[in-house]
């Protein structure tokens, strides 16, 4: 099953007559993506990566069936680009452009709700389920294919962390970035609930970082709704108040949103914290051994 | 970007809101000169980004003549948290009636901007849910629908202004509340703000409703639809910071003494941490981005360099996309051309991590350590910045 996208996705990608479209078209593919078209205004006709290029969406999502957008267009044009997914019927738009302002973003989440297409994103590398598709700008060498559920705000941090669990024998079901802007589509309490609900995942693992109460949040949730075993790791203890960290996103608002508060209400519902990228795996392995012994 | 309050109100005045008279002074002749064109009594006030200038000492009512050059050079001495002031605000002062917050700001768990209303101004906010729910407006604002008059009329109703208040020219103070939150609404909305907050909001003795403070945040990924501030913000950056951004990094810097740039935000974040773990402290937060080519990885040096505080250097590069060999190059060609002093310790693994040290054993570039991996060059960095500065203090790679 995994979560979100399989080998049954059919992609489209927006903007993929563009140089980043282009690259990334080409590595979904490599990765066992089932593009099936790509967009770009005024560029319909061409064939790039053997996908048929359409200068709308709703023409492509006709001509192929595409249920999965990845948006590869400039910050200035995401709202539209989103917006015309969603009211092609997209079930999933992927955006992984970066800089959208924040007005726009805000009314393109609002529309996406309202039409009831899932957003991953923005300013994110997007998700992959090892091999069988990748929407997205994940390295598909540092995944593979397993049962652990994976949920990040970050980007590098998250191929770093699944690089460990690969080379430790623990594939992965989905791992999916939710991106670093304040204003983005799923987050740890959606995947949580769509990793607890799924067959495939044994255990989750939460990647958070500075900045809102996702992490807090997540950590009420598991309490209540998650029976696999989950752990995290947080970045961003050395963060000084009001100064953003890369992500639009990672900043330490008055004295809410610290990496201490994040890790303590993640301990306080039983989630372990890595103190480390790497130890990671050895919590989670202890996770699953307890789970697995009578 | 944070407007300083003499911006945030012209903003206000362009957009309808009622300001006082004011003039922005640099000198405290010119405060002086303010003072006679608005006339006694007036409030002189630091123009700096950072809260607290009140408690700092940086506002100050003059009632004579006298007083508003002293308080204006008082003022223009000082530094607020760390902040140089450089202006004051000369201010027609007014008698307060009574003080109100109003306030629309971007809201992540609404996914969209916020309204916040307090009837009682210059108070906790969460302090006035508890005490009295009703003085209290917290109303999410659909991004698509805008701002709604029913919402308008929840303000006007939490304020419970007598209805009879008017102002001298007969504007009844509730109209005039209603009408502060639909110019704020519309502000927000068209100079693609993330925070738009008056506090205090106040209602003058002879009933006025008056904007007596500004607090602006412009989105900065919306900056090319306001060529205006967009100049203003880069006409006014001259720190580490601006430059850093110029250069497309994102840097902040820290305290510490081990400079450290990586490539993603969260992998930065996470080494600084490391960092700490170990005993060390870093100087800088810099994520390069994907790609890392040469130009962007000597702009970084260059910025983290220049504080002249950085003891050792680490450069942490986990290769997604990125090829760590291409990185390894791009890092050979400028610390063989820069002239970097201090220990370096580099930690690559990912996508040809492998190539990516090899090219670096190659070059054999002098106080140039390459890790094992991410706690090894951690422990190095931390080593390094402690041990005693010169040649003898490198490692050879």
Redesign the interface.
């Known amino acids: 099953m995994a979560i979100l996208i399989d080998e049954r996705s059919r992609v489209l990608v927006q903007g993929i007559t563009g140089r980043e479209g282009g690259l990334h078209a080409a590595r979904m593919r490599a990765a066992g993506t089932n593009l099936v078209a790509g967009v770009s205004p005024g560029k319909g006709g061409q064939t790039v990566e053997g996908a048929p290029v359409y200068d709308a969406v709703a023409p492509a999502v006709a001509a192929t069936g595409a249920d999965v957008a990845v948006l590869f267009v400039p910050a200035r044009f995401a709202r539209d680009a989103l917006i015309e997914a969603a009211d092609a019927g997209i079930r999933l738009a992927v955006c992984v452009t970066e800089g959208i302002p924040v007005r726009d973003m805000a009314e393109a989440a609002a529309h996406l709700t309202r039409r009831g297409t899932v957003l991953v994103g923005p300013n994110g590398p997007g998700l992959i389920t090892p091999r069988r598709c990748s929407a997205g700008i994940m390295p598909a060498d540092v995944f593979a294919p397993g049962a652990v559920g994976l949920v990040s705000r970050s980007g590098t941090l998250t191929y770093e962390v699944a690089g460990e669990l690969t080379q430790a024998g623990l594939g992965q079901s989905t791992v999916v970035g939710m991106g670093g802007d304040p204003i983005h589509g799923v987050g740890f309490l959606e995947c949580l609930e769509l990793f607890e609900a799924d067959d495939e995942t044994e255990a989750v693992v939460l990647i958070g970082e500075i900045g809102g109460d996702d992490e807090e949040r997540a950590a009420e949730f598991v309490r209540e709704h998650v029976s696999k075993p989950v752990v995290a790791f947080v970045a961003g203890f050395g963060a000084p108040p009001g100064k953003r960290m890369g992500h639009a996103g990672a900043i330490v608002e008055g004295s809410s949103g610290t990496a201490a508060e994040k890790k303590a209400a993640l301990e306080a519902a039983g989630i372990p914290v890595a103190s480390a990228p790497a130890d990671v795996v050895t919590l989670l392995q202890a996770r699953l051994e307890r789970r697995r012994s009578p | 970007m944070d407007l300083l309050e003499h911006r945030g109100k012209s903003l206000f005045a362009g957009a309808g809101l009622p300001v006082l008279p004011s003039r922005l002074a640099c000198s405290p002749a010119q405060a002086q000169a303010a003072a006679g064109e608005l006339g006694l009594p007036v409030v002189v006030k630091a123009q700096v980004k950072s809260g607290g200038r009140g408690k700092a000492g940086g506002i100050r009512l003059c009632r004579a003549e006298g007083e508003v050059a002293a308080a204006a050079a008082d003022i223009l001495a000082m530094s607020i948290r760390g902040q140089a002031v450089t202006g004051v605000l000369v201010e027609k002062a007014v008698e307060i009636a009574r003080e109100l917050y109003l306030a629309i700001s ?1 809201s ?2 609404q ?3 916020l309204l916040i209303f307090s009837a009682e101004g210059g108070v906790d906010i969460e302090e006035v849910a508890r005490r009295s729910p009703a003085a209290l407006v917290r109303a999410p604002v ?3 629908l805008g701002l709604c008059d029913y919402q308008v009329r929840d303000v006007v109703a939490a304020a419970a202004l007598d209805p009879e208040l008017a102002a001298p020219d007969g504007t009844p103070a509730r109209q005039a509340l209603a009408g502060v939150v639909r110019a704020l609404w519309r502000l927000y ?1 068209d100079s ?1 703000a ?1 925070l738009c907050e008056i506090n205090p909001l106040v209602v003058t003795g002879p009933g006025e409703v008056v904007c007596l403070d500004s607090k602006v945040t412009i ?1 900065d ?2 900056l ?2 306001h060529a205006e501030l967009k100049a203003e913000a880069e006409a006014g950056a001259e720190d580490r910071e601006a430059r850093a951004r110029k250069a497309g990094l ?1 840097f ?1 810097a ?1 305290d510490g003494d081990i400079g450290v740039l ?9 080494t ?6 170990a005993g060390g402290s ?1 100087a800088d ?1 810099c ?1 390069i981005g994907g790609g890392a080519r040469a130009e962007v990885v000597a702009a970084a040096l260059d910025v983290i360099l220049s504080a002249g505080t950085v003891s050792a250097l680490l450069v942490s590069i ?4 990125t090829r760590c060999d291409e990185v390894a190059r791009g890092l050979v060609q400028v610390l063989g051309q820069a002239r970097v002093d201090v220990p370096v310790v580099v930690r690559l ?3 040809a991590a492998a190539e990516g040290r090899a090219v670096l054993a190659e070059a054999r570039l002098p106080g140039l350590t390459v890790a094992a ?3 090894e060059a951690v422990r190095l960095a931390v080593a390094g910045a402690a041990a005693p500065a010169g040649p003898g203090a490198r490692r050879e790679g």
């Open positions: 971007s992540r768990a996914r969209g901007p659909d991004p698509l909305y693609d993330t989105d990924n919306a090319y639809r994102a902040v820290l990586g490539n993603g935000a969260g992998l930065v974040m996470s600084i941490d490391q960092i700490a773990a870093a937060f994520d986990f290769g997604g996309i693994d990912g996508n991996g991410a706690a």
